[in-house]
């Protein structure tokens, strides 16, 4: 796993030691465009069926690549090949269950070991996570190119009142970058939850804090469970040093 940034949003903390829980996943970026979509053939067919499903070549290559790059990176995590994944990925948001969208899942290998995982396209590229360990109940992760958040009006449609706050206490010229990491924040929760934004205010998920801050609809009964909420520095993983990333883990509580 790699180096973390300070968990405070601000990003002005000092850079501390990668938090423990961190290292329970598999952290990577991978240009878009240098994946090998003749690699679609290790896909569910229900996955390359959804791929179809966008009329644009360029997004359908995209989502492809990002598939792609998940499955195989999953399948490191296992230590399987590639081949040996099954898609079981699992949608709180509707009663579609094809297993190949919402939150990603694979089972690994003859033992059907569970693989959790997560996915973020920006531009060309995207972040991959993936964890097979037990303690780990969910993984989310999210990427954003530049301040893609940094816009006026961001505060007041997708800002809890704590965060605003905090928003008000950045130098304006930081407010861009300040919004953006927030963003990602809130993505990589809700992401690690399951949930999407069809359905969830982002307001609602409040991630001024190293802890999240969320309505019990959305937390659902796992009030127990403990949460890592981090920045990924862009270098650490290769991406440009102009991306603004987040990860964010639901884990076991200690016993
Ligand atoms: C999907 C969403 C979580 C992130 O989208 P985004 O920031 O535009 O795009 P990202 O590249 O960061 O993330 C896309 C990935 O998020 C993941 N994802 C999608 N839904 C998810 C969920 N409910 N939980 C966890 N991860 C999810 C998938 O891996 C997806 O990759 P895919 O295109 O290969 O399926 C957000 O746009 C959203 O909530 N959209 C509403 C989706 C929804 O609820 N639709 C109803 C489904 S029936």
Request: charged share 25%.
């Amino acid at each position: 796993m790699t180096r973390q940034e300070s968990s405070n949003p601000s990003g002005a903390g000092v850079n501390r030691p990668p938090q423990p829980d961190v290292q329970r996943i598999r952290l990577a970026a991978v240009r878009l465009s240098s994946v090998d979509l003749g690699h679609a053939d290790f896909l569910d067919d229900a996955e390359r069926q959804l791929a179809w499903t966008f009329a644009s070549q360029v997004r359908r290559e995209r989502f492809l690549a990002g598939r792609i790059a998940l499955r195989s990176h999953a399948a490191e995590a296992a230590e399987v090949d590639v081949r040996d994944l099954q898609a079981d990925y699992v949608c709180r948001e509707c009663t579609r269950d094809d297993h190949v969208h919402g939150m990603p899942r694979y089972r690994a290998g003859p033992r059907k070991v569970t693989v959790l995982a997560s996915l973020s396209r920006a531009e060309d590229w995207c972040l991959v996570a993936a964890s097979t360990d037990g303690q780990v109940l969910g993984v989310g992760v999210d990427l954003e190119s530049g301040v893609a958040a940094g816009f006026e009006g961001f505060g007041q449609v997708a800002l809890s009142a704590r965060e605003r706050e905090e928003l008000q206490k950045v130098e304006p010229a930081l407010q861009p970058g300040f919004q953006t990491r927030l963003w990602t924040r809130k993505e990589a929760v809700l992401k690690a939850l399951g949930r999407g934004l069809a359905s969830v205010d982002p307001a609602l998920v409040d991630v001024a804090g190293s802890v999240p801050l969320l309505p019990v609809q959305v937390a659902g009964t796992g009030g127990r469970n403990r949460w890592v909420v981090d920045a990924v520095d862009p270098g650490s993983v290769g991406l440009p040093l102009s991306f603004t990333a987040a990860v964010a883990l639901v884990v076991k509580p200690r016993s």
